[in-house]
């Protein structure tokens, strides 16, 4: 368990991170990791590097684990530029526990957030006054990327959640690629068109009773439910294994 110690008075960066950012300016992420790494981490995170990425429109942050114990933490340039400085803050070290866990413990489940992480996303919080939380939230940001929308034709638009709706943030047309295809093709077996970006902010509810009743159902309770939400257009979380 790593002690902490009061900030000094004198901490390296400490004005730098007190400093009010006019919106899309960020602070120096690399600066934020080394004062971190030292303040909270005990120095542990030598091996880890922070970098920005352009890519990543579907998640503010990611930790990847590499063989031979590094790790890359990605954050998000197009969702976080609509955030506070705080709100980076709060990202970067969010990432940065998951990292330590890995390089202390060999965690390598990301998407755990058990009592290790939450007791050093409390003990960071308390010190801090930041509000480090276990899942980001940024549901409206995400939104405004997701401009490529496919609609099915078939049955599972007329059921919820989806309504047959598929939006990402790349122009990729769901096919055999989609870990939900093969369960599409046989549950409903419609095909999707691309339509208009303006229809996302329609009310789906609305649209829902607009659809005509045309289909024909073998029972009068079928009901078609897939899940259409996997989006595979930001960057995976995997143990990348390097090969010479």
């Known amino acids: 368990m790593i002690s902490i110690e009061p900030i000094p008075r004198d901490a ?9 950012f006019k ?3 960020f602070p120096d992420i690399h600066e934020l990791f080394l004062y971190y790494n030292d303040l909270y981490f005990g120095g542990n995170l030598g091996s880890v590097i922070v970098r920005w990425s352009s890519r990543m429109k579907l ?3 990611t930790c990847t684990y590499e063989i031979g114990g590094r790790c890359v933490i990605s954050l998000s340039e197009p969702l976080l530029k609509y955030r506070s400085v705080k709100e ?40 801090t006054g930041l509000n480090i939380t276990i899942y980001h939230s940024f549901i409206n940001e995400v939104n405004f990327y997701r401009t490529n929308i496919w609609r099915c034709n078939g049955p599972c638009r007329l ?22 295809w093969n369960l599409h093709l046989s549950k409903c077996g419609g095909k999707f ?3 208009s970006d303006s229809d996302k902010t329609r009310n789906y ?5 607009q659809i005509s009743n045309s289909y024909a159902y073998k029972e009068e309770t079928q009901k078609i439910s897939i899940d259409l939400s996997s989006d595979s257009d930001v960057e995976a979380i995997q143990i990348v294994e390097i090969s010479d």
């Open 12 to 20: 390296p960066f400490l004005g730098a991170l007190n400093l009010s």
């Open 23 to 25: 919106k899309g300016e």
């Open 59 to 61: 998640c503010a942050g």
């Open 88 to 127: 980076l803050k709060e990202t970067l070290l969010h990432e940065l526990i998951h990292a330590y866990l890995f390089v202390t413990n060999n965690c390598k489940d990301r998407s755990a957030h058990g009592p290790e992480f939450i007791f050093h996303m409390n003990r960071i919080n308390m010190k």
């Open 159 to 180: 059921e919820a959640p989806y309504y047959g709706f598929v939006k990402r943030s790349i122009n990729r047309t769901p096919g055999p690629n989609d870990s939900w």
């Open 193 to 195: 068109t691309k339509i």
């Open 205 to 209: 509810s609305v649209i829902n009773k």
